[in-house]
């Protein structure tokens, strides 16, 4: 590995990759169909000719250089990613004090990214939170850290009040669970881990690197959440760890993997797992361009790209399809029955302080009724029109690709008016018989507009008026509504007489009554 006080002069002789027009657009078309990938890499090409970006698939198929539009890399030293905005910024050290640069992963080029009140000057590492909207960066000519909103509106310098600063190089990292950003003090002696709190209140300290022989070297930071680890590249190309809880770190058995002057460090904690940039094998045109390591007794060696692809690689980011962690919830809403509503379910977030990014940045929806796609149905809620099971499916998308999950089934049965009434009346003769008639929708969707009718039996025509029929309307899943029907008992009935009362105009169920006339 080179060290960290190796010259811009010398990491410069690396050997250059050609960045041919041609190539640059078949870039941008493999670009453009990426969705289908699963999952990808970037690096920067800190001796390429010119500078540059390149990504592929993490297998190291298909691929191609970044459009950087009117941008221009000079000296690029650390990359982090935005999933909002769907922008890789990369830290320009050289130029008159450095910039940063905003690369649209959309192909439409790249712009220098400011924001009032944050200096740049000669930044090495650059780091993203993107569930706050922050992005930082180190100012290695003044050991200081630039903070600022991703959408440019407002900047500053970090408090570091209190934290040990001495020699700050180069990459740095997040941990926004625990509210602190990492650096490496590389002419400490002996060089050390030094930290401060995100929240701008200064204080911070150095970590506790008791069990670890390798020396941090600032070449590469990145934490892993799930262990609780802050993994580092120094000594003589070797990596190591410090444990975030203060209890001190060891040595990272890298098994066959292939190191050659690594820069830049990113770990997937999903499958436990190391990348870094081979710099120095650029000679090798492109063979082990990204070495990796598993952490977990896993495979470990190299990735390879196309020669056109790679020139002094560096700093690997990775963007991963969106994973799925819970499905999503179809639900009815509180107005309607049959109108049912979708959640985006649950997904994977970004691993800000990893380098390894997979939150969605956009959701699609289908729904199904009996397992069979709806036409048209393709928006986060829908109102019904017939009856089925029915479910959502919700794919999210980002850069890398796409993945679905699909809720459970929500029945919505057709509607049906059920009629309730009292068993029986008793009426003297000549008078009156009243029925109080309760229609209830006992399915999901709306009724038609629904009648309550009454039948007499034949005996009974003679003896009883039926009322005209009274209208219910249109009911809606589960809804009730009530209509009194008057029956007239002639003067010379008596005993017992059976009613119905019907439904008409819509599905239902009858109810039956009975008469006493005195």
Do not use: H
Request: proline share 4%; hydrophobic share 40%.
């Amino acid at each position: 590995m080179g060290s960290i006080s190796e010259s811009d002069a010398s990491r410069g002789t690396v050997a250059a990759a050609s960045v041919a027009l041609v190539a640059i657009l078949a870039a941008m078309l493999w670009l453009t169909a990426g969705a289908k990938a699963a999952e990808l890499v970037y690096w920067d090409n800190y001796g390429g000719n010119p500078d540059s970006v390149g990504f592929a698939n993490i297998d190291g198929s298909g691929g191609g250089l970044l459009n950087l539009g009117a941008g221009k890399l000079e000296g690029p030293e650390g990359m982090a990613y935005d999933t909002a905005s769907n922008r890789l910024f990369v830290a320009n050290e050289e130029g008159v004090s450095g910039e940063i640069l905003a690369i649209n992963l959309d192909g439409s080029g790249a712009t220098p990214f400011t924001a009032p009140g944050a200096p740049i000057d000669e930044p090495e590492g650059v780091a993203v939170d993107p569930a706050t909207g922050t992005i930082y960066w180190s100012n290695v000519n003044t050991e200081t850290i630039s903070w600022a909103k991703l959408d440019g509106s407002t900047g500053g310098l970090l408090n570091l009040t209190g934290a040990p600063v001495d020699g700050m190089c180069c990459r740095i990292t997040l941990d926004p669970a625990g509210g602190r950003v990492y650096w490496v003090n590389s002419s400490a002696t002996p060089k050390s881990i030094g930290f401060a709190n995100l929240n701008n209140t200064g204080g911070g300290g150095e970590l506790n690197l008791a069990g670890a022989t390798v020396e941090p070297g600032g070449e590469g930071l990145a934490i892993d959440s799930s262990t609780g680890r802050l993994y580092f590249l120094g000594g003589t190309e070797e990596v190591g760890f410090a444990n975030l809880n203060g209890s001190g770190g060891g040595d990272v058995p890298l098994g066959s993997a292939i190191v050659n002057g690594p820069w830049g460090l990113a770990v997937d904690p999903s499958i436990a797992r190391l990348y870094w940039g081979n710099e120095s094998n650029a000679k090798e045109e492109g063979a082990n361009a990204i070495g990796f390591a598993g952490l977990a007794g896993g495979p470990s060696g190299g990735i390879s790209f196309a020669n056109s692809l790679v020139g002094g690689p560096q700093d690997p980011v990775i963007l991963k399809n969106p994973s799925g962690t819970g499905a999503p919830e179809a639900t009815r809403s509180t107005s309607s029955r049959a109108k049912l509503s979708c959640s985006t379910g649950g997904w994977g977030p970004d691993y800000s302080g990893s380098f390894v990014y997979q939150s969605p940045r956009e959701y699609t929806y289908q729904w199904t009724r009996n397992g069979k796609s709806v036409a048209g149905a393709a928006k986060a809620s829908l109102a019904t029109k017939s009856a089925g099971k029915y479910a959502c499916v919700v794919t999210a998308t980002n850069q890398a690709g796409s993945a679905s999950q699909t809720s459970a089934k929500v029945n919505v049965k057709a509607a049906k008016v059920k009629l309730n009434t009292k068993k029986k009346a008793k009426v003297v003769a000549g008078g009156v018989a009243k029925f109080k008639i309760k229609g209830v929708n006992q399915g999901d969707l709306q009724s038609k507009k629904a009648r309550v009718c009454v039948k007499l039996p034949k005996k009974a025509k003679k003896a009883l008026k039926a009322p005209k029929c009274a209208t219910l309307g249109k009911l809606k899943g589960r809804a009730k509504r009530a209509r009194v029907l008057k029956i007239k008992v002639g003067g010379s009935a008596s005993g017992t007489y059976k009613v119905a009362f019907l439904v008409k105009g819509s599905a239902g169920k009858a109810a039956k009554a009975k008469i006493l006339v005195k």
